[in-house]
Nanobody, 125 residues
Framework: QVHLAESGGGSVQAGGTLRLSCTTS????????VAWFRQAPGREREGVAA????????FYGDSVKDRVTISQDIDKNTLYLQMNNLKPEDTAMYYC??????????????????WGQGTQVTVSS
């Protein structure tokens, strides 16, 4: 069984930085697709960044790709999201997700059956 737990959210001013972490447990992490999504109130869940653990391939959403970096520590089975130059529109609940195959749908929420509980990010102007 896959378990995901996010941490690192908080409140920051515009222009600030945060690093989110997602600790994972379950079989064969090194073969997973893992990703970060976010959801603001009243909006659809949006793919922020994704990573294929087996080879480190990364994918980014257009709205954040110049400001965030997804990375992993294979030994710790942990996923990270470094977010820089945060903007008020980045305010959302951020979720970690994992699945055995995402292929061409790396930033689609439908590709991921396993989700964490989320960590709140609030950016003030």
């Amino acid at each position: 069984q896959v378990h995901l737990a996010e941490s690192g959210g908080g409140s920051v001013q515009a222009g600030g930085t945060l690093r989110l972490s997602c600790t994972t447990s379950g079989p064969t992490y090194s073969r997973w697709w893992v990703a970060w999504f976010r959801q603001a109130p009243g909006r659809e869940r949006e793919g922020v960044a994704a990573l294929y653990a087996a080879d480190g391939s990364t994918f980014y959403g257009d709205s954040v790709k110049d400001r965030v970096t997804i990375s992993q520590d294979i030994d710790k089975n942990t996923l990270y999201l470094q977010m820089n130059n945060l903007k008020p529109e980045d305010t959302a609940m951020y979720y970690c997700a994992a699945g055995s195959y995402a292929g061409g749908r790396a930033l689609s929420k439908d590709a991921y059956p396993n989700w964490g509980q989320g960590t709140q990010v609030t950016v003030s102007s």
